[in-house]
Every structure is written in structure tokens, then in C-alpha cells.
């Protein structure tokens, strides 16, 4: 089973809980794989429409290049899929995926010899969130701040600036920042992918931004 990733967006949906419903009275995640686990294999596309966006932008985020996260994603639906019985919480079906992504991207990112930058202005811009809360002169949460660097790139070059700056973070502050800041996953998603706890999360996020304020203090 090959889902196809989609080629056009890269963007996750913004602000959607891990495990709910994509629309009124459909099933929950854990539904889901609980139905694909009984034979029923048309619900594990259901979960690829699900989380497919997402888990193509996290990649995406990591590797820096469309075609290598749209390989990625696809390879981490089918790892998946095969290794859906070892997954003992059906509703964290989301953060489990995210983490399979995740490890994925970063082992290809390690045994690729060489990498093709593209340009990131559009992906590692501000979000609508905090557009949102830009313009209505507030915060969306306690990460989206006016200066925090993940939400103030306007060009290519600052885009560029970013990704290897997110490159020389730890593993664990790089993925939350991409997760939680950037792709603005629930933090109890980005705990579930990542293995910690929701405390550790706001850490790693903490200290990461604060990195990446020094990384780019010359350009910020």
C-alpha cells in the first residue's frame, strides 16, 4: 500500500488536536486504526487524508527539499501501516506518526551526501496564527511572539538563514521548534512524537528559541 503524498501544500492544518475529528461524527484516530487492525484496510486511507499534509510539512521543515519529504512521508505511511499492531494507544495514532516521520527525515538527512536548497520564504514565514494575532495587536499563545525568529522571515535569504540555523540546534530542540513553533502541532502531539512529556516540550522549545536568537542576531 503506497498512499500518494500530496504535492501541492505543505502546510499542517493549523491548531487540529491530535486524534479528532475531521469532521462532525466521523471516527477518531483511534477508531481508525482499530478498523484497520480488524481488516477494514480503506480506513488507514483515511488516516493518510488525515495526517498527510502534516507529516509532508515536518519533513519538509527537516530535509529542505519537496521531493525528498514527499518520499520520506510516503515511506513512513507504509512503515507504518505495517507496524500499526505495535502501536499500544490507537488515539495517539497522530504523535506516533509524527515520530516515524520525523526519524525518517532525519536518517535521510544524515546518509544524503548532498543537499538542494530551495527557497523557504513562503514555508518558514509567519504563520496565520499569528498574522491573526499580529493584527489584532496580541499574542496566539505564549510562542507566538513578535520576537521570536521562527515568525519573522520576509525573504528567501532569512529563510535560508533559519534552516541552517534550525540545523545546528540538539535533535530533540530542533524537532520541537519545527513541530510546536513552526508547524504549530498540540503540544501533547509534538510530546507523543518526540517520547517526552509536555513539560520537556515547552524546554526544548524554550531553549531552543533562545539558540536561535543568537544564531541570528545579526539578521533578526
Known sequence: MEPQANRESHRAPAAAEAGSPTQTGSPTDGALVEQVLAGKRAAFDDLVRRYQRQAVAVSYRLLGNSHDAQEVTQDAFIK?????????????????LMRIVSNLSL???RSRKTRSQLPLDDLLG???SAQQAEAAGGSSDWMSQSGDPAHLLASQEMG??????LAQLPEKQRLAIVMFTIEEMPQKQVAEALNCSVEAIKW???QGRKKLK????DHL
Open 80 to 96: 507504518a501501516y505495517s507496524s500499526l499492531a505495535t502501536l499500544q494507544k490507537p488515539e495517539a495514532f497522530g504523535g506516533w
Open 107 to 109: 536518517n535521510y538527512r
Open 126 to 128: 509567519p504563520t496565520e
Open 160 to 165: 535560508r538563514k533559519l534552516q541552517a540555523a
Open 204 to 206: 526544548h522549545v524554550f
Open 214 to 217: 543568537e544564531l541570528l542576531k
